[in-house]
């Protein structure tokens, strides 16, 4: 199993640049996750998605940040406009309900710097 | 809101000592877990614990759920150059809420 795959990998950006961040999980996950890591704040559910539909969506910072899944194999994180305090490695996972939350595999993160 | 704490912040240990480390929390948690991260890549899943009092191991790591309920420790036996990295614990209270992680513990690995 080819495991959660995110692209890109790392992103540079200006500020005021819209970023799209890409997740498959996979293949027969229906939950997916969006976290964002930081130093200061660690690891931060952003938002979380059960068969497409998203369920909880109270970490999302701010009305800049926007997350869709228009399928089962497919979601994007979208931040428009960026700025600076957004640069952080932001993780997708997945998983199988019932185990929910607990049993998620994570992919490998995309490194954003806003600049 | 619902906190954890992980101390120590950083180790550094020689290879083959054991490790301990630990997670506390202001408030109750029905399921603690410990994950690793490595560098360059996304936190994976070492243990589960969903008991008060479970003790739970798997290979060299032995991981303890606090009867508390607010507290849980991780060991690691004999530790190798590929222990080197962030080991985060997180929380749970109910089965369907989100999970709390910790800041995490970075371990370095002295030659």
């Known amino acids: 199993d080819a495991g959660v795959i995110q692209s890109p990998r790392h992103e540079v950006t200006e500020m005021g640049q819209e970023v799209t961040l890409r997740c498959k999980p996979i293949s027969g996950h229906n939950s997916l996750f969006w976290y964002r890591q930081t130093m200061m704040r660690g690891l931060e559910l952003l938002i979380y998605?059960?068969?497409?539909?998203?369920?909880?969506d109270s970490g999302m910072p701010e009305d800049r940040f926007s997350a869709k899944m228009p399928n089962a194999s497919f979601s994007t994180l979208k931040i428009q406009p960026s700025e600076p305090r957004d640069s952080a490695v932001y993780f997708c996972a997945s998983s199988l309900a019932p185990q929910g939350y607990t049993e998620a595999f994570f992919g490998q993160g995309t490194r954003l710097t806003v600049v | 809101g619902q906190q954890l704490n992980q101390s120590p912040q950083s180790m550094f240990i020689q290879e083959g000592e054991d490790v301990s480390m630990n997670c506390t929390s202001s408030s109750i948690f029905n399921t603690w877990l410990w994950y690793k991260q490595d560098p360059g890549e996304g936190p994976v899943l070492l243990i589960a614990?969903?008991?008060?009092?479970e003790l739970t191991s798997n290979g060299r790591l032995t991981a303890q759920f606090g009867i508390t309920r607010k507290d849980s420790f991780l060991n690691i036996s004999a530790s190798i150059p590929s222990d080197v990295g962030i080991y985060f614990c997180a929380g749970q209270l109910r089965r369907d809420d989100k999970i709390i992680f910790g800041k995490g513990t970075r371990l370095h690995i002295l030659p």
């Open positions: 614990l969903y008991k008060a009092g």
């Open positions: 998605f059960n068969n497409n539909v998203p369920i909880d």
